[in-house]
């Protein structure tokens, strides 16, 4: 067979392309319009980097990667095509996939916290206005500074309830925080919860290293997130992309350059990230590509045409397949001109015309050479994946499940003490200290003293020697308003 990152190749020319390892982490685009071939592609480059050791998580928008997890079995198909490119043996072989999925039925559960989100993602997810906004961020300052941990909705929702009871006596510390807005944050969380995000929230919370694993052989595992069910909640997919990279830009160490990528993210749909976020996230989001790099991570997004990419973020996207795309209006026409014109010139091939014209399976290709530059871009037909195409059988797929060597690890939620059992107990102190006729003294205490008296003061004291009170706060952290805990 053909070398794992000679992808694809030009019958009538001989010569082949092959993406360079070392530069993988300057990061690519795949686009192309429907039916061109940018699955098959997709699929051909993730078993590449498995074979070179390096994990891969991707998002199955369609469903049918999971196919990746069995050995490929060479029809007709394929066998032309291996024969156009003098290759005319086959041999299929599986691949490491661990399962994930957002809500916890096709794969193991993905969470992270309220705290991690941070306030600038959350915002966003719930589409508040500037003012909401604020005060959403009034209120995660306020949970750091009364030692609260948020880790679910439910926590959250405490939290803007008790603030809103004590809008008068955070008021000098905090603003003004209207009883209008955090209505509207409240509303805006219990439509989330009914559109079943609430699983998102809470803890046991993803590791990083649960994806960035390789197996005994030597060969990058692949996370592979069903993605099927969140094209019909575009913000939290978008969301938890944007979280996902966060993350990784927080908590992984500065490598520089290396030989090959810690971990590469594939992210299909990519214009849906992108379509409905603030302009002030995607400025972060912008950063933390251009940065996230020199982690050692590799980001490629797949989408229809170069435009769905924000200017700014596209021009850091050295690695770039192009399929085909159709010109029957004259939106599609520019569409074509302007991704002609992000590829590297080469003075034998119109591009322009060849985009048009490439049949599924084809693509015009530019990838970074040793140097870092772009080579002058090429057609070819691209291999075919040596992994099931299409997705396992429902009896396949929980064999798949059983056999995780994560299986247990995030399947039973944890709901340990967070702000809203804290806020609980104080409720129920001071209903106590009412029936017995002992209302609480109005002191001038700051407003943890005055929520859980001496014992929980002393209790909150441990926990900030365990959380540094103040949580810390990455690079990430003031990039994205997040948190770790």
Same mark, same amino acid.
């Given at each position: ?11 009538? &020319? ?12 300057? +990061? ?13 592609? %997709? ?27 069995? #050995? ?14 003098? +290759?005319? =043996? ?5 691949? #490491? ?10 794969? +193991? ?24 906004? $604020?005060?959403?961020? $009034? ?22 309830? *008790? ?40 803890? #046991? ?8 694993? &390789? ?21 939290? @997919?978008?969301?938890?992309?944007? *979280? ?78 192009? +399929? !085909? ?8 026409q520019k569409a074509v001109k302007t991704a002609a014109q992000t590829l590297r010139s080469n003075p034998a091939i119109d591009t322009e015309r060849v985009i048009s014209h490439l049949g599924v399976g084809e693509a ?18 691209? @291999? ?12 396949? *797929? %929980? ?19 967070? !702000? @809203? ?12 200290? =009412? ?51």
């Amino acid at each position: 067979m053909h070398d794992p990152f000679e992808f694809g190749g030009n019958p009538e &020319t001989g010569k082949n392309v092959s993406l360079n390892l070392e530069m993988a982490n300057r +990061h690519g685009l795949i686009t192309g319009a429907t039916g061109t071939g940018k699955t098959v592609t %997709l699929q051909t480059l993730i078993e590449g980097f498995s074979e070179a050791g390096v994990p891969v998580f991707v998002t199955d928008i369609k469903g049918d990667l999971s196919g990746l997890s069995r #050995p490929g079995i060479a029809h007709q198909k394929i066998k032309e095509r291996l024969a156009l490119l003098a +290759h005319d =043996t086959f041999s299929g072989r599986a691949y #490491p996939v661990i399962l994930w999925d957002l809500f916890g039925k096709t794969g +193991h559960p993905v969470r992270t916290t309220i705290s991690d989100m941070g306030p600038l993602l959350l915002s966003s997810l719930l589409n508040l206005n500037e003012t909401q906004s $604020a005060v959403l961020y $009034a209120g995660f300052k306020i949970a750091d500074d009364e030692g609260l941990l948020l880790l679910d909705i439910k926590d959250l929702r405490s939290l803007l309830i *008790w603030v809103s009871e004590n809008r008068q006596s955070l008021q000098p510390n905090y603003g003004g925080l209207p009883s209008a807005s955090i209505a509207a944050i409240q509303r805006n969380l219990l439509m989330l919860e009914q559109q079943g995000a609430e699983q998102f929230f809470g803890e #046991p919370a993803l590791q990083l290293n649960d994806l960035m694993q &390789t197996d005994f052989s030597g060969n990058g595992v692949i996370s592979l997130l069903d993605a099927t069910s969140l094209l019909q909640q575009p913000k939290l @997919y978008a969301t938890f992309l944007l *979280w996902l990279l966060a993350e990784l830009f927080e908590q992984l160490p500065e490598v520089g350059d290396t030989e090959k990528p810690k971990l590469v993210l594939f992210f299909d749909e990519a214009h849906l990230i992108f379509k409905q976020s603030p302009g002030v996230l995607i400025e972060k989001v912008e950063q933390v590509v251009r940065l996230i790099r020199s982690k050692g991570v590799g980001v490629f997004f797949v989408s229809q045409t170069p435009a769905d990419i924000p200017a700014a973020i596209a021009g850091q996207l050295g690695n770039r397949i192009q +399929h !085909a795309l159709r010109a029957f209006t004259p939106n599609d026409q520019k569409a074509v001109k302007t991704a002609a014109q992000t590829l590297r010139s080469n003075p034998a091939i119109d591009t322009e015309r060849v985009i048009s014209h490439l049949g599924v399976g084809e693509a015009l290709v530019s990838v970074l050479d040793n140097k870092g530059q772009p080579t002058p871009v090429e057609q070819v037909l691209v @291999y075919p994946p040596r992994s099931q195409i299409g997705p396992l059988a429902l009896e396949e *797929w %929980l064999l798949q499940l059983q056999r995780s060597p994560l299986a247990g690890r995030y399947d039973t939620m944890i709901d340990r003490e967070s !702000a @809203y059992e804290m806020l609980a107990q104080r409720a129920a102190q001071a209903s106590a200290n =009412t029936v017995v006729g002992k209302p609480a003294a109005r002191k001038n205490n700051s407003p943890v003293e005055d929520f859980v008296g001496s014992m929980a003061k002393s209790a909150v004291r441990s926990i900030g020697s365990q959380l540094g009170r103040q949580i810390v706060r990455g690079l990430l952290g003031s990039l994205l308003g997040g948190r770790r805990r």
